[in-house]
C-alpha cells in the first residue's frame, strides 16, 4: 500500500538531517540531539552559576523552550550555528532560574540569588572550550558508527581522527590509498547528512 501523498517516504525520511527531523517531530531525532547537546547545556549552567544539583532542572528547560522555538531557529548571518542559539537559550534560561530563586530569597529577607543574577556573563563563543568541541564531535560520531563495517570505520579513524596518510593505512588493512580516501568520504558524509546542520 502506497504512503500517504503529504507523509514522507521512508527513504525520504532517512535522507532529512537531523535538525530537520527533530522539527517534524521524530522522537528519535530528539533523543539524538539531547544526546548531543545535553552536556554542553549542563557546562554552560554550571559555569554560569547553577548549583550542580539544580542544573538538570534547568537543563529541562532548556530543552522545553528548545523544543518550542526551535522552527525559530535560523542562519540568516555568518556565523550563526545551532549551537550559540541553543547557549543562548540556556542563558535565558539560567537567568530565569536565579530571578525565581531570588524571589524566593527576597520573600525570606536574603539577596543571594540576586547578586547571581548580576554575575551571570553574557554568552560568547569562548564558553566552549576546544574539549567541549571534540566532544560534541565524538558524540556525533557514535551515532553513526554502527552504520559501518568495521574495516571502512578504521580507513575512516586512521585518517580523519588519528591524520595518517590514506597510502599508511592501505598498506596497514592491505588495501589501495583510493579504498581509504573512499571510506573515509562515506563516513563523513553520512555524518553530514546526519547531524551536519548541528555541528557547525
Not at 24 to 29: I, L
Not at 135 to 145: G, N, S, T, W
Request: charged share 30%; proline share 6%; hydrophobic share 40%.
Amino acid at each position: 500500500m502506497p504512503a500517504p501523498k503529504n507523509e514522507p517516504t521512508p527513504a525520504q525520511l532517512t535522507s532529512l538531517t537531523l535538525l530537520q527531523r527533530v522539527r517534524s517531530r521524530d522522537e528519535e531525532a530528539w533523543g539524538q540531539m539531547h544526546r548531543l547537546y545535553r552536556p554542553f547545556v549542563l557546562y554552560w549552567c554550571v559555569r554560569w552559576g547553577v548549583r550542580n544539583e539544580d542544573a538538570d532542572d534547568v537543563a529541562q528547560d532548556v530543552f522545553r523552550a528548545t523544543a518550542a522555538g526551535l522552527e525559530g531557529f535560523r542562519r540568516d548571518r555568518p556565523g550563526d550555528t545551532f549551537r550559540g542559539w541553543l547557549r543562548g537559550i540556556t542563558h535565558n534560561m539560567v537567568l530565569q532560574h536565579f530571578r525565581k530563586a531570588a524571589c524566593h530569597v527576597l520573600a525570606e529577607g536574603g539577596s543571594d540569588a540576586m547578586q547571581h543574577i548580576h554575575q551571570v556573563p553574557a554568552p560568547s563563543e569562548n564558553d566552549d572550550p576546544a574539549e567541549q568541541i571534540g566532544q560534541l564531535h565524538r558524540r556525533a560520531l557514535d551515532l553513526v558508527r554502527g552504520e559501518f563495517e568495521d574495516r571502512s570505520w578504521q580507513m575512516f579513524w586512521q585518517t580523519a581522527i588519528e591524520g595518517r596518510p590514506p597510502g599508511d593505512v592501505g598498506t596497514d588493512l592491505g588495501v589501495s590509498a583510493a579504498a581509504v580516501r573512499q571510506a573515509k568520504s562515506r563516513v563523513l558524509r553520512r555524518l553530514k547528512e546526519e547531524v551536519g546542520d548541528l555541528l557547525e
